[in-house]
Nanobody, 115 residues
């Protein structure tokens, strides 16, 4: 499974960005796709995920502000980020878990939120 993230950039606090994860390869083997975030000085955390059934989950830090959507079977998942805060700045990674519990990650896309 190959994953490519796009859509990162610089935005002012309160603004919005939409990230896109494009997956290729053995798409039917994917059980879920998630967005992880690496903030400087902190461990990478999973902030949003969606499974093949369309069920979603969010970390408390983004719940109510971010929305994950898409279809894991066609390999495109979006992360709509609203009301961005400077603390949301970091590198955002798309990750996929297969039905055999193998994990894959993209190279990440930088999001910078200015105060």
């Amino acid at each position: 499974v190959q994953l490519v993230e796009s859509g990162g950039g610089l935005v002012q606090a309160g603004g919005s960005l939409t990230l896109t994860c494009s997956a290729s390869g053995m798409l039917l083997a994917i059980a879920s796709i998630s967005w992880d975030r690496q903030v400087p000085g902190k461990e990478r955390e999973m902030i949003a995920g969606i499974n093949t059934g369309g069920s979603t989950a969010y970390s408390d830090s983004v719940k109510g502000r971010f929305t994950i959507s898409g279809d894991t079977t066609n390999g495109t998942v979006w992360l709509k980020m609203n009301n961005l805060e400077p603390g949301d700045s970091g590198v955002y990674y798309c990750s996929a878990r297969t039905i055999r519990s193998d994990d894959y990650w993209g190279h990440g896309t930088q999001v910078t939120v200015s105060a």
